[in-house]
Structure formats: structure tokens, C-alpha cells
């Protein structure tokens, strides 16, 4: 006798910021985080200095999570969050929310953004196909 | 309605608020644990809602109240106003009701001495507040354990007083005021609560028994938790009462909506989800 075995398809986040750093030469670092803080998955690419310590990064991670849980609180008029851009001297922070979690993207400032969302936002279409 | 004035608003967090409403003819009387409907105008009509209130019945200055604005699906009319509305707005009120109040007496009629254990997830703390001010100012001499929790810890909206009576507790000896206060974050590993050394979790795994059999409860207290020594309070979301009530029920303890037959019960609760 075989055990009932529960399917559960969870995105892989690790391929999935793999398809997304190599997407575009200007991303610098991408990954999931979810509503509790928690990264379930990021990579990064070689050879650059992180701009951000290890509590900087957490520090970050918070803001962003606070911004979008108010942002939330406008769905009701506005309707849903697509798209954030932060743009700093020295990089540029941009969130997508997927399937309840929060994509993390940073891209090199001062750069064409458009075919870099198109790109992020054909990925992630095509793994809501899957 | 009658008629009050917003007295006082303390922002704990942008959706988190301490709010003191002082009625025109005085504060009447009620009981620890009941809730008050406060009523705003809205487009040519008064809004209503009933919020629990935190201020003990002795305290005949005003009546206080903590409240969080949630937004989800949608914002609540009369909290969306309020977290709006200044000191020295007019706010109307309505007499106090509900029935999460403190059981003096069993159901046979004789003195309930039994521990009290409060229960309060997020707002939900508000009547423990209340319970805890005012077993404080008529000398009750049960034992008394308040636990609260929350999410972060700015949310844990009224730690200083708690800890303030239990520091009390421990100056005057147990026999005189016997106070106990914990609480517990359910996102420890949030940044907001890097600095959290307390307990980590749901507020009812207070309840739940460790390897040697033994609850934090239990330990807090010094004994085992029985439904002979221990009446429980509840009050929070839906989630925190089911929560609750799986680890008593296995400790044979019954609510008052289903007591037994001779009237006996060990657990009060209030939900507001």
C-alpha cells in the first residue's frame, strides 16, 4: 500500500533568480523574500562588492517589506501593487510582487529600466504557466 | 448616544493607537472587561463600533481604549475616522456591555480563589488591561497572569504598566498583589524584533507541555495547570481562541458556552475575527 502523498508545487527561487541575474548584464543581485522577512532565495553577481553589510541588508529588506504591506492598504481604491523603483546614486532597487512573495531586484543606476522589467516580467509569467 | 470628547491619542504605530475618550457627565460605572460603542458622523450619519475597553472601572476620569486600524480587505469606517480625528474632537458613546468579565463566584455559589489566566492576542490585551488595573485596586488577592501576543514588539502596547505591576508584585510579596505579565512575538525573526529575548511563538504555546510534561505556564506558576486551579480569559482572533482551546480541551477544561450541566466552566473568550 502506497501513502497518499501531497503535491506541492512551489516555484524553484533558486532557477528562478538564476533566469533573472543572467536576464540583463546591468542586474546586479535578485531574490525572494517572503511577507516575514525571511530570503527564500538570492543570487548575486560575481565579482561586485556588496554596497550593504549583512545588518544593512536586513535593515533594507524591512523597509521594503514595510512599504509594501502599506502600500497594500490602497488595493481596495487602487488595486494591486505591480511595480517599485528606488533609484539611488549608486544603485537602483526595484520590487515585483509574485504569488505572495516580494521579488528583490538591483540593477547598476541611470540605465534603460523598461527592457530589464519586460524581460523580469516575461520570466515570471512564464513560471505562473508552469 | 451620550456625548464625550477624544481626550488624548497616543500613536504607537502608524496603524496602532492609544485613544482616551472623557464623557460629559462622568465615566459610569461598568465591569473589567466589557466594551463600550463609540459612535463618529459620517456624511450625515453616525458610524458605531464596539471597542473593548482598557481603563479599569475605578478609573472615573475616562475611558481608554487601544485600537489598531487594519485596512485589510478593507478599512473599518469608525477606526479609519478615529485614527483621523484630533484631541478635542466631540466622539458619542453608548453604555457599556459584554460579558468577558471576572467570575467572583463558582457555580456553586462559593468564592472563586481560583488563578486567573488572561489570554490577549494583539488588541485583544485591551480587557486584560482592565482586568489587571482593577484586580490591582479592589486587592485581589488571586493570582493573576497576564500573556500577550503579538506580532513585533511595538505592538506590546502596554508593557510598561504591565511590567510595572508585576515589579509590584515582587516588591509587596504575593501574598499582598500576586501579578505575573509575559509575552510572546510570533516573527522573532523579523528585523523590527531583533532585540526580542522573550518568549518566541503563538501566545497559546504557552500552554503547550515541553519533553518533561511541563508548560511554560506551568512553570511560570509553579504547578500544573489544572482546571481546578486555574480559570482561563481569552480574547483575540478566532485563531487565538481554537488555538487555546486545543491544548485545554485535552485538560478536560470546557468554555462557559459549553458548560456542564451543574454550570461549571474553566474558560471565558471574546473573539473579534
Not at chain 2, 60 to 79: A, Q, S, Y
Not at chain 2, 267 to 273: A, N, P, T
Amino acid at each position: 500500500m502506497g501513502m497518499a502523498e501531497e503535491i506541492v508545487t512551489q516555484p524553484n527561487y533558486e532557477k528562478l533568480c538564476s533566469t533573472i541575474l543572467n536576464s540583463s548584464e546591468h542586474i546586479r543581485f535578485t531574490g525572494f523574500v517572503n511577507d516575514k522577512s525571511k530570503i527564500l532565495h538570492s543570487a548575486q553577481r560575481d565579482n561586485l562588492d556588496s554596497l550593504l553589510s549583512d545588518h544593512e541588508i536586513g535593515m533594507s529588506i524591512h523597509y521594503t517589506l514595510e512599504r509594501w504591506r502599506k502600500a497594500q492598504n490602497f488595493t481596495f481604491r487602487l488595486g494591486k501593487e505591480r511595480l517599485t523603483f528606488t533609484e539611488y546614486d549608486h544603485v537602483t532597487l526595484v520590487t515585483i510582487p509574485f504569488k505572495g512573495k516580494l521579488l528583490l531586484v538591483s540593477t547598476e543606476p541611470r540605465i534603460s529600466y523598461d527592457p530589464i522589467i519586460e524581460k523580469v516580467n516575461s520570466i515570471l509569467t512564464d513560471w505562473e504557466k508552469m | 448616544m451620550e456625548n464625550g470628547t477624544i481626550t488624548y491619542v497616543q500613536s504607537l504605530r502608524e496603524d496602532l493607537g492609544i485613544f482616551r475618550v472623557t464623557p460629559e457627565n462622568g465615566v459610569p460605572d461598568f465591569k473589567a472587561g466589557q466594551f463600550l460603542t463609540l459612535g463618529l458622523p459620517l456624511e450625515s450619519k453616525i458610524v458605531n463600533r464596539a471597542y473593548s475597553i482598557a481603563s479599569s472601572p475605578e478609573n472615573k476620569k475616562f475611558f481608554e481604549f487601544v485600537i489598531r486600524w487594519v485596512r485589510r480587505p478593507l478599512p473599518g469606517r469608525l477606526t479609519s475616522l478615529l485614527f483621523n480625528a484630533k484631541v478635542g474632537d466631540k466622539i458619542s458613546w453608548a453604555k457599556p456591555a459584554g460579558n468577558l468579565t471576572i467570575n467572583n463566584t463558582l457555580a456553586s455559589g462559593e468564592k472563586d480563589t481560583r488563578r486567573i489566566v488572561c489570554i490577549g492576542g494583539g488588541t485583544g490585551l485591551a480587557p486584560f488591561v482592565s482586568f489587571a488595573q482593577h484586580l490591582h485596586d479592589t486587592n485581589d488577592k488571586r493570582e493573576i497572569v497576564v500573556l500577550h501576543g503579538a506580532s513585533y514588539v511595538d505592538e506590546l502596547s502596554y508593557k510598561q504598566l504591565l511590567t510595572d505591576l508585576e515589579n509590584e508584585s515582587i516588591d509587596k510579596g504575593k501574598d499582598k498583589w500576586n501579578f505575573k505579565y509575559r509575552a510572546a512575538i510570533s516573527r522573532p525573526e523579523e528585523w523590527t524584533n531583533r532585540a526580542w529575548n522573550g518568549h518566541k511563538g503563538r501566545i497559546e504555546q504557552f500552554l503547550r507541555s515541553n519533553d518533561d510534561g511541563k508548560s511554560p505556564l506551568d512553570e511560570l506558576v509553579g504547578e500544573k495547570i489544572t482546571k481546578d486551579n486555574t480559570m482561563f480569559y481569552v480574547c483575540g482572533w478566532q485563531g487565538t481562541i481554537d488555538g487555546t482551546m486545543d491544548y485545554l480541551k485535552t485538560k478536560n477544561f470546557v468554555t462557559e458556552k459549553n458548560k456542564r450541566e451543574d454550570g461549571s466552566y474553566e474558560v471565558k473568550f471574546e473573539s473579534y475575527g
